[in-house]
């Protein structure tokens, strides 16, 4: 096979300061990068390289008008040694919705997966095999004309690096109602992983941190009647033999996690409803002792139990005791990530190039 990426491997790992018992989510970077240039016609320049700093110009137009998008996927590793990509194609064609949406190239999806399976072999060393461990693998495209201006930039810039990683939460979480801000709006960029979107949720989840909560559940913009997401996360409701999720309707996000847990769930006979959910209907099911409980996704997360939702002045405390589907949910999709049970729905794809690299 011909590789269309050239690659520049380190001298000098920095493997060796890795405690892997202990990895802040977010914080610790692996040996190597990919990174790519669009010039206005076309993607070229593939490389991965040393992880380091990209020197930009201050009138970089990311910066100035928010042409930024990412994702955020995971690898893990079997226990004969196999680096495994969850769900790679998934990942990409909502990259490429996200640039399409946010007036970007798309990526050539060829390149894309040639780039995680040789960035990801080159530095499976770095991939954690603890149970609720992976590597957390950050594509980002950012726009580079140096120029300020409203309008589109011309040239842009592609980068992916990987955070080895330990549990995003490690403890079940408590959402604040939000009924004043707003994260999305129909016909806006609600389902785009669009980095100013993160930016304007980050005020009032401060607030909801303030009071006492985790972070907050986004409600919709026209009413503030309908759940929406979590800000890190989908979010499920279990009430009775029912599990409940929010309706993707453009304002929330396509969840990769959420689309693996609604299809799991339905394999094993779970009856599955995604649909409008309002607050005043969870209130409701809580006060009849129907809703059995709430868990959050998302590739960081996985599966996040909620242990409490504060909503109209008092909080809906949940018993843990309880949890059995997010719990199956989170090992499930666990054990499917590392290679441990069967991938019936081929969303693993086992990295195995050493002559690439």
């Known amino acids: 096979m011909h590789s269309t990426i050239t690659v520049k491997q380190t001298t000098h790992s920095r493997i060796g300061e890795l405690d892997f018992s202990n990895i802040p989510f977010g914080k610790v970077f692996s040996d190597h990068m990919f990174v790519a240039d669009y010039d206005g016609v076309q993607w070229k320049n593939f490389e991965i390289r040393p992880l380091e700093r990209i020197p930009l110009h201050p009138a970089t137009m990311a910066w100035h008008y928010g042409q930024a998008i990412f994702e955020g996927m995971k690898a893990g590793i079997s226990d004969e040694g196999v680096p495994l990509l969850y769900r790679p194609q998934d990942h990409l064609h909502r990259l490429n919705a996200s640039a399409r949406r946010m007036c970007m190239p798309e990526f050539p999806e060829d390149i894309f997966i040639e780039a995680l399976e040789q960035l990801v072999y080159l530095d499976k060393a770095w991939i954690p095999q603890e149970a609720e461990s992976a590597l957390y693998i950050r594509p980002v495209m950012m726009a580079t ?6 309008r589109s930039s011309d040239t842009f810039k592609m980068m992916i690096m990987c955070l080895p990683s330990g549990p995003y939460y490690n403890k079940p979480i408590g959402l604040l109602v939000e009924e004043h801000f707003v994260r999305a709006a129909e016909g806006g960029v609600g389902e785009a992983k669009a980095a100013g979107n993160y930016g304007a949720s980050l005020y009032p989840a401060k607030i909801a941190k303030e009071k006492g909560y985790d972070q907050v559940m986004w409600m919709d ?8 997401e979590v800000g890190t996360m989908n979010i499920f409701f279990v009430l009775d033999d029912l599990v409940l999720t929010p309706n993707l309707s453009g304002t929330i996000l396509k969840g990769i996690t959420r ?21 005043e209907e969870i209130e409701k099911a809580y006060d009849s002792g129907k809703l059995k409980e709430v868990f959050g996704s998302g590739t960081a997360a996985v599966v996040a139990q909620v242990a409490k939702i504060g909503y109209n002045g008092r909080d809906l405390v949940l018993d843990l005791n309880t949890n059995k589907v997010s719990t199956h949910m989170k090992h499930l999709i666990n054990q499917i990530r590392k290679g441990r049970i069967t991938d019936k729905h081929q969303w693993i794809s086992p990295i195995k190039l050493p002559a690439l690299v």
């Not at 693996?260 to 607050?279: A, F, H």
Request: glycine residues 6%; proline residues 3%.
């Open 259 to 279: 689309d693996s847990i609604i299809t799991l769930l339905k394999d094993e006979g779970y009856r599955v409803e995604e649909r409008p959910v309002s607050m």
């Open 145 to 150: 004309d140096e120029f300020v201006g409203v």
């Open 221 to 228: 913009a026209k009413e503030f009647k309908y759940i929406q």
